[in-house]
């Protein structure tokens, strides 16, 4: 029953590569595209596609190349206690933390 539990924690709980993939899409953007503002080949876009987490500073970029922040999918996804962690997420969201409602930046134009 433990290592069930260790192993569970040790799934990332949400696929970012899709969600990445999911925002070039929904931007009517192409691989091509994303892969020439990241300084590489579309066959590694693709790569970055297929990855259930990803390098921080590449996340980093992708997020500013399209004015999405993707570290807020994760923000959200531990004020919403959804995530793996469970009961050890008291230990990682201190209590003055204050959840709040994630907002695509894109959206911040349109007010």
């Known amino acids: 029953m433990l290592s069930m539990v260790i192993t569970m924690k040790q799934q990332p709980f949400m696929h970012i590569g899709k969600l990445i993939k999911q925002k070039v899409k929904e931007q009517h953007r192409t691989s091509v595209w994303l892969a020439e503002r990241l300084s590489c080949s579309?066959?590694?876009?693709?790569?970055i596609y297929d990855k259930?987490?990803?390098?921080?500073?590449?996340?980093?970029?992708?997020?500013?190349?399209?004015?999405?922040?993707?570290?807020s999918l994760y923000t959200e996804e531990i004020c919403k206690g959804d995530?793996?962690?469970?009961?050890?997420?008291?230990?990682?969201?201190?209590?003055w933390f204050a959840c709040?409602?994630?907002?695509?930046?894109?959206?911040?134009e349109s007010e």
């Open 100 to 108: 709040k409602p994630i907002r695509d930046n894109n959206s911040l």
């Open 52 to 71: 259930k987490s990803i390098d921080t500073d590449v996340l980093f970029r992708i997020s500013a190349i399209l004015n999405f922040d993707f570290f």
């Open 83 to 95: 995530c793996p962690m469970g009961q050890e997420r008291k230990e990682i969201v201190p209590d």
């Open 42 to 47: 579309r066959t590694n876009v693709y790569k």
